[in-house]
């Protein structure tokens, strides 16, 4: 089989041999690499031939190692360890469906050799990761990211859980789409709504049935407190579960460790007053009052809102209504 269309393959198939099966602890043989050329592509040619070919892959820069046990592939797109950041990147994300993750770790462990698929413990275990239903995803971020360019608006149905366990529409919107955002792991279309008068942020995942709206977009400049632009700061330290009532400044009384979790909660932004008690802060930053009230609640042990004062009123109108379904 060493036609002439053999020989103009072999430069190739041998750099995908060296790709597949080679690094630094699994060098291969001139002769290693005449066996998979013949037995995976068919192609037999002379270690001569072989030696010529790695000749000029070096030639053009493609870094291949020589010892004494043969020749590797030096360097790839991705180190291992970058995969492996990617391949819990694809797992650990839950906006994307138990198939699509598959099939993504799938294409990831290809960018490396044979020997680092052993390495990844996971890849077969994806469907026990709490994964979307919604196998839109990829589709709706298509749609969105047209509508994006050619300055147009996006309709589509949103959806929501039932009782059945299943994303049932709640709801049909309309929108112009400025950016997506992935925020506490989920991604989010951020669209002004013209019927709500206000921005929003929907789930990607509880997105379906979206199409391109022909009508122009609504200018982001025009929107109060969009006028220089998003700032993506702004967004995710103020809006920590991205509801899209306008931030406000937040007094809190707290103990003092609290500070850690604020920091990582809304960012750096914010100022801290000591007090006459050690164990006790003041801590001062802007918040989304809606999201700060649930917030609040989760560390209802360790801090008190002190200002504005709606804002204490109902973390109070929230305490109280779960106080008295507990005291039954």
């Known amino acids: 089989m060493e036609g002439l269309e053999a020989k103009k393959l072999a430069l190739l198939r041998i750099l995908q041999i060296l790709h597949k099966y080679s690094d630094l602890q699994h060098p291969l043989t001139q002769e290693k690499i005449a066996y998979y050329l013949d037995s995976e592509y068919g192609i037999v040619i002379e270690r001569k031939a072989i030696s010529r070919n790695i000749s000029l892959l070096m030639d053009a820069d493609v870094e291949i190692g020589h010892c004494r046990d043969g020749y590797y592939l030096q360097t790839r797109e991705f180190e291992d360890t970058e995969l492996k950041l990617l391949v819990d990147s694809v797992l650990c994300n839950q906006n994307i469906t138990a198939k699509h993750s598959a099939d993504l770790i799938e294409k990831l462990?290809?960018?490396?050799?044979?020997?680092?698929?052993?390495?990844?413990k996971?890849?077969?275990a994806v469907k026990d990761w709490n994964k979307s239903d919604n196998a839109a995803l990829f589709f709706n971020i298509e749609k969105i990211d047209m509508a994006i360019n050619e300055g147009k608006q996006v309709?589509?149905?949103y959806n929501k859980y039932g009782k059945d366990k299943k994303l049932h529409k709640s709801s049909f919107q309309r929108a112009t789409p400025y950016q997506l955002i992935l925020h506490n792991q989920r991604y989010y279309l951020m669209g002004y709504?013209?019927?709500?008068?206000?921005?929003?942020?929907?789930?990607?995942d509880r997105i379906t049935n979206i199409k391109i709206y022909d009508a122009p977009a609504y200018p982001l400049k025009k929107i109060p407190g969009y006028e220089s632009g998003i700032d993506y700061k702004k967004i995710s330290t103020t809006m920590p579960y991205l509801h899209s009532d306008k931030p406000e400044r937040v007094e809190m009384l707290a103990?003092?460790?609290?500070?850690?979790?604020?920091?990582?909660w809304f960012g750096k932004d914010l100022s801290v007053r000591e007090t006459e008690d050690p164990e006790k802060i003041i801590?001062?930053?802007?918040?989304?009052?809606y999201a700060m009230s649930l917030w609040a609640l989760q560390y209802v042990n360790y801090i008190e809102v002190i200002s504005p004062a709606h804002l204490r009123n109902k973390i109070r109108e929230f305490l109280k209504s779960g106080l008295d379904k507990y005291s039954k």
């Open 155 to 157: 309709q589509y149905d």
């Open 255 to 264: 103990d003092a460790w609290v500070i850690d979790q604020v920091v990582d």
């Open 109 to 120: 462990c290809k960018l490396s050799n044979k020997y680092f698929r052993s390495h990844v």
């Open 193 to 204: 709504s013209e019927y709500w008068g206000n921005m929003i942020f929907h789930r990607l």
């Open 122 to 124: 996971n890849v077969y």
């Open 283 to 289: 801590i001062s930053l802007w918040a989304n009052p």
